[in-house]
């Protein structure tokens, strides 16, 4: 689940269970599904952000845990709509998983909803009721940032890819990681791959539009793709239909817009 919010949201990532990347590559992020071991606070306090999306609690404290339940089915409050701009139209957020429940205060961002009637229709939701149990807990750690959802949401966009879970976490992720390393307005069935190789930067287009299930059909061409990369670059060049691209490079970022996108494109940038 996290591999396609982070793949539909086109931020280039690595993945490894190997912590001693940490220090020795640049990560403007790091984010933990299931496992967020003791050796990532020294990330954070040396000025690192971090994001824990599970219910099982770190090996270091970040708040106090009273309770995990395995299997919840209630719902997520959004309390404070100007936190989740994505949010804005939403109230209530699925939960159908684990959930662990911590010693803070969630009346002012995401609080629990716990379980209540599902039925008969008549009689769906009337004993509702709302906690201030938080379900996002954000921590100042030394010189970094550290935040926990103490549920599964990556588990959950898997099995349900609902728009609510994906902007949650879009939001959670943009005040983590203000400054992205690439922007774009692609489709989020297209996917972006960043690469470096011999002193060349190089950005793959995938066009996923004809993927369904395990069937491969032509893909829906996809027309005026803008790419914003960090960085300056004096040129950009179409591989697979070979074409220069036009750039500018303003406020840290270089843009350039591929025309079309057929099944796939490369386009290799060259430093100054």
Known sequence: ??????????????????LDWLGARPFDLVIATDWAPRGLEGYVEHGGHLLIASSRPPEFPIARVISSTPDVKGYIRV????LFPSLA????????GPFTAVEADGSSSLSLVPPSMIGPPEKVHVDIQDTTTPA??????GQGTVTWLPWELGALYYRHSLLAHAGLF????????????????????????????????QIHFINLSGHSQTAYFPPVPMREIRVQLLGAFHSAHAVRH???????????????TLP????????VLNDF
């Open 79 to 82: 309390r404070n709509h100007s």
């Open 260 to 267: 079309e996108l057929l099944d796939y494109e490369l386009v």
């Open 136 to 141: 996002i807990v954000t921590k100042t750690l």
């Open 89 to 96: 139209d939403t109230n209530l957020l699925l939960l159908n």
């Open 170 to 201: 879009r939001d959670v992720v943009a005040k983590l990681y203000p400054q992205r390393q690439l922007k774009t307005n692609a489709h989020p069935l297209v996917e972006l791959t960043l690469m470096e190789q011999a002193g060349r930067t």
């Open 242 to 256: 070979p074409m220069d691209l036009k750039i500018r490079t303003r406020g840290g970022y270089t843009e350039f």
């Open 1 to 18: 689940g996290i591999f396609r919010l982070l793949t539909e949201e086109h931020i280039p990532f690595a993945v490894s269970e190997n």
